[in-house]
């Protein structure tokens, strides 16, 4: 939109562009995580009993905080960790994905079995979410980093960012586990809900289970890993380093985000490892080696 001052004083509208541009909507996307997370768990009246003991804590709290210390101490071992299902809440998905199907044709779900007929895998977006994705899913951010307290399951969130550089949501997903199958279902399933359109570049966590199953499924994307997340795992990692040290996390950020061309970044990176003795850390060396 351009706008000039007129010669009589007032504000006058001259260009305006109609793409791209929308009203007010009605809450759709956002409420692919709570309110449908909230709906699912906190919805029992169907005709099901959940006799988990755990059940309130469940309720309280659905999803934990990815940036904190403690889950990411915790998140190697849970990555492969299997929990069961609580007694009800697969009928209590059920219910809210068709009723949510029901409601708008264009919402989309799917959900995977095992061997044994358990559901284990769950994705769904709506229609303003795959609309979205149509516009806007050239660079596509995959963060898995979310967990349902009491469930150790991974929340699964494709996002990405309009043209007002807001964060918007693609489609969510509930998994069994963090293994090959389950993100090879993840990205073949999310292909599907898009209509076949693969994003051009997709930004995950460190992990060799996504990147292997991100080479298999959609062999086209470029695959980065996010620069915010292995920050995120630093803190982790270099926990110890940190605290002994209050410049030692600003060189490292300026490493991850101010480096506009290698050679400054390499410049960085050695002077950060020589003036804090981190030459030998595995942790940063292997870092490197993936840049």
Known sequence: MV???AS?????VTEFVTCHNHGLGAAAASDLVMESLTEIY??????LVDKSPDDSTGKQSLIEDHATSSYLEAR?????KRKVPHYGDVGASLEYLQKMQHDSPSFFYAIKSDEDGNLTNFLWADSKSIMDFAHFGDVVCLDSGYALQGYGRPVALFTGLNHHKQTVIFGTAL??????EAFRWLFDTFKLAMNGILP??????????ISEA??????????????WQIYQNALQQLSHAFHGSRNLQCNFKR???NCDDVAKFLMAWREMLANYDLEDNQWLADLFALK
Do not use: M
């Not at 190697?76 to 492969?80: G, K, L």
């Not at 051009?200 to 289970?209: A, C, E, G, W």
């Open 3 to 5: 706008i000039r001052l």
């Open 8 to 12: 009589n004083g007032k504000y006058n």
């Open 42 to 47: 906190q919805d029992y009246r169907v005709g």
């Open 76 to 80: 190697s071992w849970r990555r492969h």
């Open 175 to 180: 998994l069994y586990d963090e293994s090959f």
């Open 200 to 209: 051009r570049t997709l930004l995950t966590d460190r992990s060799p289970v």
């Open 214 to 227: 991100v080479a298999t499924s959609w062999p086209a994307t470029t695959h980065r890993y996010c620069v």
């Open 255 to 257: 490493c991850l985000f």
